[in-house]
Every structure is written in C-alpha cells, then in structure tokens.
C-alpha cells in the first residue's frame, strides 16, 4: 500500500478505524510518518464531525417528527359517523399502538383535516349514481311515452282517416281545392303529421256554419297529404253524416283485410305509368355495350366525336323524366357515324344494327362500356400504383388516398425508387415526412385491382 | 438491530422504533440542513419534511440501506431550496484543483485544540465553502454515508463522488488553515 491509497482510504470516514486496523496499512504506517500524522488529522476531523452531529437538535423537532405518524395516520383515516355502525370504520392499528407507547405527545387532530359527512367519497358516489339513475329513468319514460303516444296516434288515424276520405269526396265541391288531389296511400309518417278530427260538438258545428263565409283561395301547391284531405272533408260533411260510413267502411276492411282496389288511384297511377313505359320508344344508353372485339372500334369512333346540342327534348323513362338533346356531327372524320343523342352527362349511340338492348339484357360475353380498361402494366403504370410503406405494414386508407393523388398529380416524377410523400406536400394534413418504396420488394409485385370506382394498387406475390 | 429493521417496526406502528428511527439520523439530518442552509428553522422544517416523507411513502421502502433513502430525500430537498432561491451554481463533475494537495493543517495544531474548537473549526470553514462542497461534505461527514453510498445519493459515478469528495476536503482544509493562521495570529497580537 502505497502513501495514495493509503490516504484514499481513510478520507471515507466509515472506513477510517477500519483501515489503520488493517495489516497492510498498518505496515505502511510503520513506514511513513507523513501518513501517521495524516490519520491523526482525519481522525481528530471525525471526532470534529462527529461532535456536531452529536449536538442534541432542538426539542420542538424532536416533538413534531415523533407525532409524524400519528398526525399522518389521522389525516388518512377515513371520518366515521357516530351514528354509522362500527364497520365503516377502517382498522389503523399503528395510531392505536402510538399514544400508548409515547404518552404525552398525541397532538389533537385539526377539524379542518377532518372531511365532513357530505365530503365523503362514499357519499359523492352514492349522490352520483341516484342522479344518473334518475335521469336515466326520466330520459327512458319520456322516449316509451312519446312512442306511445305517436303509436295511439297513429292506429287512432289509420282507424278514421280511410272513412274520412271516402266520405269526402262526393261532398266536395265542384271548384274546390282538394279535388284535383290524387289519393295517397296513408303511410305512418303522414298520418302521424295529420291533424286529429275535432270531436267536441261545438267546434264541428262552428265548423259546419262556416259557408256563409267567403270560399277559401285554392291553394298554390299541389295537395297530396292526408292533412288537406281529411280536414276538408270533415269540415264539409259533419260528424252525423261520416260515422255511419265510418263504421261501414270499418267492417269492409276488417272483412277484406285491404282497401278496395277501384279506389287505390295511386296504384292505378303506378299501372298507367307502366303501360306509359311500355309505348314509347326505349332509347338504349349504352353506346359501348357489343360483343368483344368491337369494343375499341367503338370507342375510336365514338369517344373524339364532339357533338353540338340542339333544344332538350324531354324523353320519359323508366323513373325520371330524362332530357335528350340529339347532337349531330361536326363534320369532322370521326363524326361520319349516325347522329348521336345524348342524355345527361351520358354519350348515347344507337347500336349500328339497330338492335336496341337493354344493359340487364347483356349477355355474359358483352361488358358493359362505361368501365373504363384497366390500365396498361407499363413502367409508367407501374410506378404510378406503385409504392409500399418502408415498414412493410399495410397502407392506411388515408394515406393511400393522399399517396394517389400525390401520384395523379405528379406522374412523370414518379420513378421506382425511394420517395418522400412530404416534398411533395406544401400544404395538407401530412405533417411528417413519409418515406415510401415505390419498387416492389423483393419476390413482390404490383398489380392494379379495382375497388368500386378508383384503382388501388396491392402487393401480391411474384410466383 | 439494524436502521432497517427499525424502520420495519416502525412501519408496523411502534412508536418506540419511530423514535429510535429519529433518534439515529434526526440529528444527523437536521445538521446536515443546517450548514447547508444556515437557518435553523428552514433546517427544522425541512427535517420534519424528511421524516414526513418517509412515513407518506412508508411502503415504497423495500430494499437497500434506509440511511440512503433518507439523505437521497434530503439531498432533493436542499437542490429544491436552491432551485427556489435561484441557485445557479453548476454541479460539475470535474472540478479544477485549486488548493495544494500537499498543504494540510498540523495535526500537532489540531491535536491542541479542544474537540468542541475543533467542530467550531469545521463550521467556520464549511460556512466558506460553496454549496456543491458543503452538500458533499455534509453527505458523508455528517451524514455518516460512504463513499458507495454518497455516489448513489448524488446519482453519479463513484469515481466522480470520490473525486469531489476529495476536491472539497481539499477546499475545506484550505479554509481550516486559513483559520488556524487567523486565530494564531490573533492569539499573538
């Protein structure tokens, strides 16, 4: 042992009788006076020390740290209510043991430590889940009684509405307002918004004396609710005169189970328009419908055409009135084919043979010509759909979407390659920078898929 | 028995171990406060902090020397009061030698010297120290911890713990020469 570690040793004070006692040092001790005087030194500095530490610390600290336990305890103890049973209250045996064994220094707890009854946890709880259960229960009988209610409603109506109507029209007059009105099937939803007939004798008969006044002005829209029929007719009719049809007409449905059909006007409407259909002439809308094989001959015929658009004739259809302007080429040599109608937004094509199908009507061989081709696997094409995130996790469907249009925007800059989706992104939801693949990993491929309307690219195996 | 097992009583609900708990670092804790702060009130008040601290997170004490946890607390308290008073000092781990190792204070001086001179000594000169020094000195001579013991608390390497021990002793035996020159040349005039 040498002078350092020598003194090394015994600036750690802990350690200090321990290494003169040691053998090693004490050989070096023998040996090296400068040593001797120096652990004479460390240890008259550790006597030093040590008689500062020994000095007593005030006697206010001595009382304040022994109650620390039972102050703290007392502060953690949950309150109990005199009247409460004895269960309540927690078991905190180290508060019990303290007073007895320090007597004298048991500090009396502070009331403002003490939570009160009303701030106990148990108590807020107990508040909490009685509020929410009787809101519950309120927000639950306010919906089973509006249900009810509209339920009544409607079974009330559907009971007197029918009659109404019947009786109604032969007392309608002949000018009047309702009489151009088709009659509706009274669905729920209508009946429900229709006014409940007024069953107090008073107000029918004020009712009634009303035609001395002057006719009301015939109503600007076309009334098909149940609400202007069935309102008329009782005001014109009166309650004597309806309710012996009314139990009439009860007995018939309770008997039939349906209306009559002579007098459901809204299914004879539905049958006239069917024969409608059936005499004009169906104009067929799928100009690239064939047979395989002349589907790009049509397309090089019909795609550069530009059309010039005539005055819009209105065209019926199966369900919407369709408006079809009938175009005529421009002269140029693409436009020698037949004159072209179009509808809408749609470029329509008579079928050279003059054959006229309907798309429902193709044969499994035929495809349907509003679908775009799929697109060419070039390199191009490739790199346009190409990409797979640098983890190899699926791509999320927004950033798919963003990852697309990046690549709709900027087709030619597409390379296989790495690419950072954020120099692309000046502006947009894409905070961070994405680096994606654009070449296929290895033993992977790209292939186009199409998913309803857009293209999607997906990695599938190369095998 | 040793500080751990007391502590364990402790925990259990002896108030008699509570006060022996207080009793073996209480006086330690309330002086290592005090030359670091130089209040006695702020040292009561962050002593019984001490202590409060223990007894809140009582189950949180599993393993290892109760000593340590003990000063770690305080060592946290006192950085928490210097950072409150704008303490500004930077706690390096290298820290350049600025006393001769070599100068020391006679023993012969110091065997002279009363016990309770002595500790008059030791307080005058910690008073000069900086409060890195003072917060060294105080973790292991009156704290009482080892070298191993005092780098955990400070949560640096050993080899840095006995490194700044070693430059504040320096420091701090600077200053204990400084006042024995004074009071000799007192004592002569």
């Known amino acids: 042992m040498n002078c350092n570690e020598f003194i090394e040793r015994i600036l750690d004070h802990v350690l200090l009788e321990q290494t003169a006692a040691d053998s090693e040092a004490a050989v070096h001790l023998e040996e090296c006076p400068a040593c001797r005087e120096r652990l004479e030194f460390e240890r008259s500095l550790a006597a030093g020390f040590s008689a500062i530490v020994s000095a007593d610390p005030p006697a206010e600290l001595t009382s304040r740290i022994l109650t620390i336990p039972e102050r703290l305890n007392a502060a953690d103890q949950p309150v109990v209510i005199a009247e409460q049973p004895a269960v309540l209250e927690k078991p905190q045996p180290t508060p019990a043991d303290l007073p007895a064994a320090q007597p004298g220094r048991s500090k009396p707890e502070t009331p403002s430590r003490e939570p009160l009854w009303w701030q106990s946890f148990w108590f807020k709880a107990g508040l909490s889940f009685v509020t929410a259960g009787f809101l519950l229960a309120v927000g639950v009988t306010q919906v089973m009684t509006t249900e009810s209610g509209v339920t009544e409603k409607r079974a009330e109506l559907a009971r007197t509405a029918p009659a109404t109507e019947m009786v109604a029209k032969p007392e309608l007059p002949a000018g009047g307002p309702a009489v151009s009105a088709p009659l509706v099937e009274p669905s729920g939803m209508m009946m429900a918004a229709a006014p409940v007939a007024p069953s107090a004798p008073g107000e029918q008969k004020a009712q009634v004396e009303l035609p001395a006044a002057p006719p009301p002005p015939p109503p600007a829209f076309r009334a098909d609710s149940m609400e202007s029929m069935s309102g008329k007719s009782i005001t014109k009719s009166g309650p004597e005169d309806v309710m012996p049809v009314v139990r009439n007409l009860e007995t018939k449905i309770e008997t039939a189970g349906e209306m009559p059909a002579q007098h459901d006007d809204s299914r004879m409407q539905k049958k006239d328009r069917r024969e409608q259909e059936k005499d004009v002439p169906m104009i067929v809308g799928e100009p690239l419908i064939g047979a395989k094989g002349r589907k790009e001959q049509k397309l090089a015929s019909v795609k550069p055409a530009p059309v010039r658009a005539s005055a819009p004739v209105p065209v019926p259809t199966k369900s919407l009135p369709l408006t079809v302007r009938t175009a005529e080429p421009a002269g140029n040599a693409y436009a020698k084919a037949e004159p072209i109608q179009e509808v809408g937004e749609i470029l329509l094509l008579k079928t050279p043979d003059g054959q006229k199908r309907l798309a429902d009507e193709l044969t499994p061989e035929s495809e349907a010509g509003f679908a775009p081709p799929p697109p060419a696997k070039t390199a191009a094409a490739i790199s346009r759909t190409a990409f797979v995130e640098e983890s190899g996790t699926a791509v999320s469907p927004r950033k798919q979407a963003r990852i697309e249009e990046i690549m709709s925007a900027h087709p030619s800059g597409i390379k296989a390659g790495t690419l950072d989706i954020d120099q692309w992104v000046l502006s947009g939801w894409i905070t961070v920078k994405e680096r994606i693949d654009i070449a296929p990993p290895h033993g992977m491929k790209w292939i186009a898929l199409k998913r309803g309307t857009s293209w999607k690219a997906e990695l599938r195996s190369a095998r | ?189």
């Open chain 2, 1 to 189: 028995m040793t500080p751990e097992e007391i502590w364990r009583e402790a925990v259990r609900g002896s108030q008699q171990a509570w006060g022996d708990v207080y009793r073996l670092f209480g006086g330690r804790l309330y002086q290592f406060f005090l030359k670091n702060t130089s209040r006695p009130a702020q040292a009561m008040d962050m002593t019984q902090e001490v202590f409060e601290r223990i007894w809140r997170h009582r189950d949180d004490f599993q393993t290892g020397r109760l000593q340590t946890w003990l000063f770690r607390i305080a060592r946290n308290l006192l950085i928490d009061e210097w950072r409150k008073r704008g303490h500004s000092e930077v706690l390096v781990d290298e820290l350049p030698e600025v006393v001769d190792p070599h100068s020391r204070v006679e023993a012969t001086v110091l065997d002279k010297l009363a016990r309770n001179e002595v500790s008059k000594l030791i307080d005058a000169s910690l008073d000069k120290l900086s409060e890195s020094d003072r917060l060294v000195i105080g973790l292991v001579y009156l704290g009482g911890l080892s070298f191993p013991e005092m780098a955990e608390v400070m949560e640096i390497p050993l080899g840095t713990a006995k490194t700044r021990v070693r430059q504040a002793r320096l420091r701090l035996e600077s200053h204990m020469r400084e006042q024995m020159q004074g009071r000799s040349v007192g004592e002569a005039i």
